[in-house]
């Protein structure tokens, strides 16, 4: 299948580590250049070293105005353009319900919702001017699955399906097509670092703990970054034509609700 992604560019925040750089990988394999947005971009420097001037690394901090505007210029004065934005930026803490303050809240929502509606107001003119563009939405699956422990994160990922819709209705006329990911487990950094203090408490170690986790998945396993940005890749792409304002659920079947 022709993706049409190739000379196109696209910015990925978050893409330093674990879905969003699976995802930068992705997309560049497809011949896309790509931005990778991320606080610390230390960890591009193979990435940015094999692209060849394909991939650019920009530390950008996303909860503020300045590093949105950083990211989106850092593009246009790179690469002259900006076709595809992956918001993948950004992981909210976890916390008892009865514990947890307006603190914790508002610093979950400050990179996931303000973050993510930032960079797509920046990034929605220039799409709809050239009458081509996607924006994939990346938002855990914990968004419609809250628990009395997971509540910063589960509103935080929450908000982005609302703003995905909002988007999407604003957006489609003008051939900008907005969708959203939602994955369950996935072996990333951040989740093996939710089942460290379990681990050490249990002399195992995290990886044996997501394994087991996944293990009670229907699909028997957590998912890999790299399935998940394939699936971003397609929602990024030309080949991907009439999907609009959807939310794809890639959590091993984890999701009870119908649809």
């Known amino acids: 299948m022709e993706l049409g992604i190739a000379g196109r560019t696209a910015v990925v925040t978050g893409g330093s580590k674990g879905i969003g750089r699976a995802c930068v990988e992705a997309l560049r394999a497809e011949g896309a250049d790509v931005v990778a947005v991320s606080r ?37 004065d790179t690469f002259g353009r900006i076709d595809i934005l992956v918001n993948c930026a950004g992981s909210a803490g976890m916390g008892n319900v009865l514990d947890i ?32 563009g996607r924006i994939v939405n990346v938002a855990g699956s914990a968004g419609t699955s809250p628990t009395a422990h997971n509540l910063p ?51 195992r170690t995290p990886e044996d703990l997501v394994a087991e986790a996944g293990a009670g998945l229907p699909v028997g396993r957590a998912a890999d970054p790299r399935e998940v940005a394939r699936v971003v890749t397609f929602l990024a792409s030309d080949a991907c034509s009439y999907v609009q304002a959807s939310a794809l659920y890639m959590d091993g079947g984890a999701r009870r609700a119908t649809p």
């Not at 610093?107 to 050239?130: D, F």
Request: net charge negative.
């Open 101 to 132: 303050d307006a603190a914790q809240i508002d610093s979950a929502l400050t990179l996931k919702l303000h973050g993510y509606l930032r960079m797509a107001q920046r990034v929605a003119p220039i799409m709809k001017e050239r009458g081509w």
């Open 153 to 203: 994160t589960s509103l935080a990922n929450i908000t982005v399906h609302n703003v995905t819709r909002a988007l999407s209705d604003e957006l489609a006329p003008h051939g900008v097509q907005v969708n959203l990911v939602a994955p369950g487990l996935t072996v990333t950094d951040r989740a093996l670092a939710l089942f460290a203090d379990a681990a050490a408490k249990q002399g």
């Open 40 to 76: 610390d971009v230390s960890a591009l420097d193979d990435l940015v070293a094999d692209a060849a001037g394909h991939v650019i690394a920009a530390a950008c901090d996303l909860t503020t105005i300045e590093g949105c505007d950083k990211a989106v210029r850092t593009a246009l």
